[in-house]
């Protein structure tokens, strides 16, 4: 069992560096979860100048951004949180459940071999990189049930030769891990209870007893497709109740309109893809 986290006062926010890309080819042209309606219009000028909201806060809060070029035919590769997944620097690569976004998983890994990246692996079995991925001081929490493979789980594993806790998403809404929680600092986090199976809910409540619990209604606007880093949070900006929760816990959320890109099923965390050194 993870050790009961006792909120830190004050938080302390550490420098992190992320990997993003720039929507200037977001489009919703296809369906592959729910959120996505090709029917629906976008305004792509105005996803463009929501991402730059959101990488200028990362850069006033003292992170590093890198940046992938965006390839066209590619809409999705905006969400770059999905094309890996990097701890103590070394790099697993995504394989993505669906034809239309498999190209991304190369394009991000050639990413990494050109920026000095040694120790990367193109992975035998389907994951979606940090969108099922996220790492806490103690495990991997790993998610399953709509994109990535359980054997996926046991690879990662054995790359990153951490422990990794699978995690069954049971709501289609919630497809990815990352939509239905995130880590908040060391082993603290927060997630929607709905979005679990029954087991898997059992899992978060013995590992994670003073986990906090987003309301169905924050978990409906992707409140929980967080970043922390330590300190402040970023997070979608209609999750107010949320926002507030964490306030209390001494964070300080910084809530983010990414309107235009949630219509492509993605909010903070989706868009941004951590380098652990």
């Known amino acids: 069992m993870t050790p009961s986290v006792q909120p830190a006062s004050p938080r302390t926010a550490r420098p992190r560096r992320y990997l993003m890309c720039r929507p200037v080819h977001f489009e919703v042209s296809y369906s592959i979860n729910p959120w996505m309606d090709p029917g629906k219009p976008v305004d792509t000028d105005l996803a463009v100048l929501q991402w730059e909201r959101l990488r200028s806060l990362y850069l006033a809060h003292g992170h590093t951004v890198e940046l992938i070029d965006p390839l066209p035919g590619l809409p999705d590769m905006v969400y770059a949180a999905n094309g890996a997944t990097v701890v103590d620097g070394r790099v697993l690569g995504a394989r993505f459940r669906n034809a239309e976004r498999a190209a991304e998983g190369p394009a991000y890994l050639r990413w990494f071999r050109e920026h000095g990246y040694a120790d990367t692996r193109y992975p035998d079995h ?5 969108g099922d991925f996220l790492t806490t001081a103690s495990r991997i929490l790993a998610g399953r049930g709509f994109r990535s493979a359980p054997d996926a789980h046991r690879e990662a594993e054995r790359f990153f ?18 939509t239905a929680l995130a880590v908040l600092d060391g082993d603290e986090i927060m997630y929607n209870p709905e979005a679990f199976s029954a087991d898997s809910l059992a899992l978060l409540r013995r590992h994670y007893p003073d986990a906090l619990l987003a309301t169905p209604e924050d978990a409906a606007v992707f409140g929980l497709n967080a970043v922390s880093d330590g300190r402040n949070v970023y997070l979608p900006e209609p999750a107010q109740t949320l926002a507030a929760a964490l306030h209390a816990r001494g964070f300080t959320p910084h809530p983010v309109d990414l309107s235009e890109l949630l219509k492509g099923g993605g909010s903070v965390k989706c868009c941004t893809l951590e380098l652990r050194p």
């Open 126 to 130: 389907v994951n979606e990189g940090e």
């Open 161 to 178: 030769g951490r422990p990794v806790l699978g995690l069954e998403l049971v709501d289609p809404r919630f497809y990815h891990l990352d």
